[in-house]
């Protein structure tokens, strides 16, 4: 017995490593010669006799060095911390003497393109990483571990890392454009007694500024986060948005790589507003005419809701927080410039806001958690209703992953409807919306499956153009976001939406796609678009007869 305790104290006092993994590392940073290239180590015990190498190189720690989680060495610890603003566990060189160094042996530098991390404890290897065989190298890209799998997302430096939660029993009012969105925008903000969180792609509207400016006559404090270079550059009407709001004592921020400041996402292309930590509105629609237009006025087809639950606005508001103290960001002003016109076509108010009560609601974000639009594609049982800007394939051969995923259920059964724009932007090409329809359908077709998809006839609608990026899941689940169906969007933007299980707000959603879709056809084209290509045809048909005529006169 005496000889059994002994030992069991033994076995308690002797540290050891527990699971010791590489969990993460990036080689390729944005900096010049990359000296804020790092490893993360995770593991519970002594480091004692644990080495790290790239085959040419290693480093082994400081006798009596221990590990409790994480712990990060980074080749310049104060390049580290310049970066990621927190001080590694350790530097590879003496290049700041408060931050500990490993013991180096030989060159250590991880390559971009091509090498390789071993881990050893004594002489065991106890892990090996290479690329591009087990990780695709590209820059700034910082490469992760997750339950045994590498890169499950594509994770950028100074990108979030927020999990999946979800909230219950959340009331709320659901709208849409462009029937009754600005009514919903002016009634939240109107409800602002501290402060107001806004981060938008655009901002050109005069109306939803004056009401931001009119918050902050009352004293509520307004922040505005940007997209610092949207496709095509900030409008002259964004500038002198910009420029009123600032005016009128309006923080207004932007994001992009200025310098040596690489701004974390590809665009900030979210939609979102966090009103006193209790209101979170939320939508598919930029801040504009068309997306928040005049009553009465025609605009684009977007999706929204406002919440009020101080747990989701709470969340928001740390994601507005956390892209706010990201890289890239910095104050913006804008300039004086043109007010943005009002739209001069109508529209006949159809919907009228919905209230509701009790809802579960699942914030989505990108690339965080936009995996969660899979999880819901493939939960559906009975029907699946999506109403889209576009769809485009992630790469040649390589098709869109939720497209994918709506298609697999349209094979157990669930009938799939899928609702596209055909504003002349999304149809005049040789690869958008209208090819994808016949792609679609090409399936649904070949392979008697319960799918179909149309382009929406937006002038019997009278809409101008579909920017939705919505989803219905059987009657219960509804998804708004500012995802779009693409690979960039889901991958390297910063986006926001929600899932809501409800289903009064899922019917809501269900009978808006429904009068779309009953508007629409196979074959659904804008008559400008349809212009758009009957103006190269016509000059095809004209050329061709010219040169029949000219070679007709050279025989004679």
Avoid at 11 to 40: G, H, M, R, W
Avoid at 299 to 314: E, F, H, K, M, S
Avoid at 347 to 358: A, D, I, N, Q, V
């Amino acid at each position: 017995m005496k000889l059994f305790a002994t030992f069991l104290l033994f076995c308690l006092i002797i540290p050891c490593v527990q699971a010791l993994t590489i969990s993460e590392f990036c080689p390729d940073t944005y900096l010049k010669n990359d000296p804020d290239e790092y490893v993360v180590l995770s593991g519970v015990g002594s480091l004692d006799g644990i080495m790290v190498s790239d085959g040419e190189g290693s480093y082994r720690f400081p006798p009596g060095s221990r590990i409790d989680g994480q712990t990060t060495v980074a080749y310049d610890g104060m390049a580290y911390a310049g970066v990621h603003s927190r001080m590694p566990d350790f530097e590879f060189y003496n290049f700041s003497p408060d931050i500990p160094d490993v013991i180096p042996s030989g060159p250590f530098r991880l390559a971009n393109a091509k090498d390789e991390l071993m881990l050893y404890d004594h002489d065991t290897l106890l892990q090996k990483v290479s690329w591009p065989a087990d990780v695709k190298p590209r820059e700034g890209q910082v490469h992760c571990m997750e339950n045994g799998i590498w890169d499950a997302r594509v994770f950028m430096l100074g990108q979030s890392r927020f999990v999946p939660v979800s909230f219950t029993n959340v009331p709320g009012a659901c709208f849409v454009s462009p029937d009754c969105s600005l009514e919903l925008y002016e009634n939240c903000i109107s409800q602002a007694k501290h402060e107001i969180l806004v981060n938008v792609y655009e901002f050109s509207s005069q109306k939803m500024a004056d009401a931001l400016i009119d918050a902050r006559t009352r004293g509520v404090n307004v922040s505005v986060l940007l997209e610092g270079g949207p496709v095509g550059g900030i409008s002259p009407e964004g500038n002198a948005t910009c420029d009123r709001m600032t005016r009128n004592n309006i923080a207004v921020y932007r994001m992009g790589t200025t310098g040596d400041s690489h701004a974390p996402y590809r665009y900030d292309h979210a939609k979102y507003i966090v009103v006193d930590s209790l209101y979170l509105f939320i939508t598919s629609e930029n801040f504009k005419a068309d997306g928040f237009p005049s009553e009465g006025k025609s605009g684009n087809r977007g999706w929204g809701v406002c919440l009020i639950d101080p747990g989701i606005a709470t969340y928001f508001g740390e994601v507005f927080r956390s892209d706010l103290n990201g890289k890239g960001i910095s104050p913006m002003r804008g300039r004086a410039g043109p007010q943005e016109p009002g739209g001069t076509l109508l529209h006949t108010k159809e919907f009228s806001p919905l209230r509701f009560e009790g809802a579960t609601v699942t914030p989505v974000l990108a690339p965080d958690t936009s995996y969660l639009i899979t999880d819901l594609l493939r939960s559906a049982t009975s029907e699946i209703d999506i109403e889209q800007a576009y769809i485009s394939n992630e790469s040649k051969g390589i098709p869109n992953r939720y497209l994918a995923d709506a298609i697999d259920a349209s094979h157990r059964g669930v009938h799939v409807r899928i609702l596209l724009d055909s504003y002349w932007f999304n149809t005049a090409g040789e690869d958008d919306n209208d090819e994808m329809m016949a792609y679609i359908n090409q399936v649904a077709a070949s392979e008697h499956l319960p799918l179909e998809a149309r382009c929406a006839e937006l002038d019997k609608n009278e809409l101008e153009k579909i920017h939705n990026k919505g989803v219905i899941v059987d009657r219960k689940n509804v998804l708004i976001s500012s995802i779009n169906w693409n690979y960039n969007s889901p991958t390297f933007n910063r986006e926001a939406g929600v899932i809501i299980d409800q289903p009064d707000a899922a019917q809501y959603y269900r009978d808006v796609f429904e009068d779309d879709w009953g508007q629409s056809t196979a074959t659904g084209k804008n008559p400008d678009a349809t212009a758009e290509y009957l103006k190269p045809g016509i000059a095809v048909i004209v050329i061709t007869l010219l040169v029949i005529l000219y070679w007709q006169r050279k025989k004679q």
